[in-house]
């Protein structure tokens, strides 16, 4: 895995703050689901392998939409890292730490977000060469007040966050406003339902909201 590519991709992830984590049930949802997103000025996602669907899903994807920041999620296995690599993931999210899969994402050249959510996982994470981690599910582990207090023992490191599950609309901006966090992630701006549904409009509203976070963010931070 070469870290500038990892750079790279992390780069633009946290430039766009906000990335919509979804479950799509036909992969021929994927293509206008990702149009959606990049017309509102979102042109990101996370497509979770939780649905048969997923691996064609992101393939899709990646042949309509090279420049589309294109993720897999809900990365457990060595052989789920590998498929979403094959299909053309640009980068991999897993909810935790899995040996076998930063191995198996160093192999195929993906750059990994693996999970944590205490001082040992953060820990084991560093100890992989993780610098990006997903805080899973943020909400249940303390939210802004956890990430607040593992700042103090690892920001030194360098580690980042990225929480999700918990992240709404309404706190999205807290987080945001975090030092130790690059992007957040969420299931409002395009919920299953919706993209079963072909409810675009609906979700290119959320997405659109969810783009206008990001000057926020800078304006906090700055």
Request: charge should be negative.
């Amino acid at each position: 895995m070469a870290p500038s590519q990892d750079g790279d991709v992390f780069g633009a992830v946290e430039a766009l703050a906000v990335v919509p984590v979804v479950e799509i049930d036909d992969a021929a949802s994927a293509v206008p689901l990702a149009r959606t997103l990049a017309e509102a000025g979102l042109p990101v996602v996370e497509v979770t392998f939780r649905t048969p669907a997923a691996r064609d899903a992101v393939a899709a994807i990646a042949a309509e939409l090279p420049d589309f920041l294109l993720g897999a999620g809900t990365l457990v296995t060595a052989d789920m890292v590998a498929a979403a690599a094959d299909a053309g993931a640009r980068f991999g999210v897993s909810p935790g730490l899995s040996s076998a899969c930063v191995t198996a994402a160093t192999e195929h050249g993906l750059p990994f977000v693996p999970g944590a959510v205490t001082p040992s996982e953060v820990g084991g994470c560093l100890e992989v060469g993780a610098k990006h981690v997903k805080f899973f599910p943020a909400g249940a582990y303390g939210g802004v007040a956890t990430l607040k207090a593992l700042d103090g023992p690892f920001g030194w490191t360098g580690i980042r966050f990225m929480p999700t599950g918990g992240v709404r609309p309404d706190n999205a901006a807290e987080f945001l406003a975090l030092p130790n966090v690059f992007a957040v992630g969420g299931t409002w701006i395009a919920p299953r339902g919706d993209i079963a549904a072909g409810r675009w409009d609906d979700i290119a509203e959320r997405a659109r909201a969810a783009a206008a976070l990001r000057p926020h963010r800078q304006e906090v931070q700055a």
